[in-house]
């Protein structure tokens, strides 16, 4: 049996982390996998296979961070030594770097668009991904920006998996909500800019018959929470926190929005879909053009524009035939993601690289 080694920071709340733990298991039905950590004391998801804990948890500061890029390194080098891995896939950044100085025979999955990175990540781009078996970005935007602004010819892009009867299950648990709503999913960061979903929806005419729903946690919650003061949306938006099972509300949502600006390959639009909810999402780089097809599953609007995003939330929910229509096209929208599928491509990627 072929052994497989997944690395990735940690198991811990996240979209990346969620990929991993989903390969995982669709590896280990025809696979030895190893899901290789360097923080494991916060485990989230379930995950096949072995867990292997290197305890070399993130450091702050230049000189910290550099001593445990080299000391994650050595470990995994000492690692892959022994057990004599015949795919090793790196996930994010963290895990990346370390792996590829560890093995060229890794291939690192890129979550996230080059030019968002900070510049000494960009640097560390630079210097370690084409040293790379392969560079496997998650979207196809992502990918041209390596080929055109890096010149890397290492580059496949791969997809990430979607457990849809997994989330099926999950998101048939008994639910009440007291109103309508519309739910959105990810960390309070700037990133996400939860701000102008906001006030986009505090200025809308559907907030009076619907709440607002986020779903995360992060630094800008007590920002975003004297936002909602501040508008006269006590009572209609809801900052619940990070929870285990977002998809519960995913099925029982009117619609979901996303507000970025900027992704990788956002996971919750995906998830979303796979559970026939609609979507409005800005079409920020990268990612969600390739998800939201316009006038099919759900709408794709203009980045950093609160009055779209406005009319959009408005024109979604009051009209429930276009709704009705998103709703019936969204799981075959997104089913060439299966976790079947998206592991059989790992390996050929693997395979023919």
Same mark, same amino acid.
């Not at 919650?221 to 006590?234: D, F, K, P, T, Y």
């Not at 993601?337 to 693997?350: D, M, P, Q």
């Given at each position: 049996?072929?052994?497989?080694?997944?690395?990735?920071?940690?198991? $811990?709340?996240?979209?990346?982390?969620?990929?991993?733990?989903?390969?995982?298991?669709?590896?280990?039905?025809?696979?030895?996998?190893?899901?290789?950590?360097?923080?494991?004391?916060?485990?989230?998801?379930?995950?096949?296979?072995? &867990?292997?804990?290197?305890?070399?948890?993130?450091?702050?500061?230049?000189?910290?961070?550099?001593?445990?890029?080299?000391?994650?390194?050595?470990?995994?080098?000492?690692?892959?030594?022994? $057990?004599?891995?015949?795919?090793?896939?790196?996930?994010?950044?963290?895990?990346?770097?370390?792996?590829?100085?560890?093995? !060229?025979?890794?291939?690192?999955? &890129?979550?996230?668009?080059?030019?968002?990175?900070?510049?000494?990540?960009?640097? &560390?781009?630079?210097? *370690?991904?084409?040293?790379?078996?392969?560079?496997?970005? +998650?979207?196809?935007?992502?990918?041209?920006?390596?080929?055109?602004? =890096?010149?890397?010819?290492?580059?496949?892009?791969?997809?990430?998996?979607?457990?849809?009867?997994?989330? !099926?299950?999950?998101?048939?648990?008994?639910?009440?909500?007291?109103?309508?709503?519309?739910?959105?999913?990810? !960390?309070?960061?700037?990133?996400?800019?939860?701000?102008?979903?906001?006030?986009?929806?505090?200025?809308?005419?559907?907030?009076?018959?619907?709440?607002?729903?986020?779903?995360?946690?992060?630094?800008?919650?007590?920002?975003? @929470?004297?936002? +909602?003061?501040?508008?006269?949306?006590?009572?209609?938006?809801?900052? =619940?926190? !990070?929870?285990?099972?977002?998809?519960?509300?995913?099925?029982?949502? @009117?619609?979901?929005?996303?507000?970025?600006?900027? @992704?990788?390959?956002?996971?919750?639009?995906?998830?979303?879909?796979?559970?026939?909810?609609?979507? *409005? $999402?800005?079409?920020?780089?990268?990612?969600?053009?390739?998800?939201?097809?316009?006038?099919?599953?759900?709408? &794709?609007?203009?980045?950093?524009?609160?009055?779209?995003?406005?009319?959009?939330?408005?024109?979604?929910?009051?009209?429930?035939?276009?709704?009705?229509?998103? $709703?019936?096209?969204?799981?075959?929208?997104?089913?060439?993601?299966?976790?079947?599928?998206?592991?059989?491509?790992?390996?050929?990627?693997?395979?023919?690289?």
């Amino acid at each position: 049996m072929q052994k497989i080694a997944l690395i990735i920071n940690s198991l $811990s709340s996240g979209g990346g982390e969620r990929v991993v733990a989903t390969l995982s298991q669709g590896f280990a039905k025809d696979y030895d996998v190893s899901v290789i950590v360097f923080e494991g004391n916060d485990i989230d998801y379930e995950f096949g296979g072995k &867990l292997v804990d290197l305890n070399c948890p993130s450091k702050n500061g230049f000189i910290g961070k550099s001593f445990n890029l080299l000391k994650r390194a050595y470990k995994l080098k000492q690692l892959f030594k022994e $057990s004599k891995f015949d795919h090793i896939f790196g996930f994010m950044e963290s895990a990346n770097y370390p792996a590829v100085l560890a093995s !060229r025979k890794t291939i690192a999955s &890129l979550h996230i668009d080059f030019n968002f990175l900070s510049p000494t990540e960009q640097k &560390l781009v630079r210097w *370690i991904y084409p040293r790379a078996k392969l560079v496997a970005p +998650v979207s196809d935007d992502i990918a041209e920006t390596l080929r055109t602004q =890096l010149k890397l010819t290492n580059v496949g892009r791969i997809y990430n998996p979607v457990p849809f009867e997994e989330l !099926r299950q999950l998101a048939s648990v008994p639910f009440e909500h007291p109103r309508k709503f519309i739910i959105a999913v990810g !960390r309070l960061t700037y990133q996400k800019h939860f701000d102008l979903m906001i006030t986009a929806f505090a200025k809308s005419k559907t907030q009076q018959e619907c709440d607002l729903i986020i779903l995360g946690d992060g630094e800008l919650r007590e920002e975003l @929470e004297a936002l +909602v003061i501040a508008l006269g949306m006590e009572g209609k938006v809801h900052l =619940l926190g !990070r929870l285990k099972n977002p998809f519960v509300y995913m099925k029982n949502a @009117e619609f979901m929005t996303l507000s970025s600006r900027a @992704e990788g390959f956002p996971m919750v639009l995906i998830e979303a879909l796979s559970l026939t909810c609609p979507v *409005i $999402s800005t079409d920020c780089p990268t990612g969600p053009r390739e998800i939201v097809k316009e006038g099919v599953n759900g709408l &794709l609007i203009e980045m950093d524009n609160q009055q779209v995003l406005t009319d959009s939330i408005d024109k979604l929910f009051y009209d429930k035939n276009l709704r009705e229509q998103f $709703s019936k096209n969204a799981q075959e929208s997104v089913s060439h993601l299966s976790v079947e599928n998206i592991c059989r491509e790992w390996i050929t990627l693997s395979n023919n690289s």
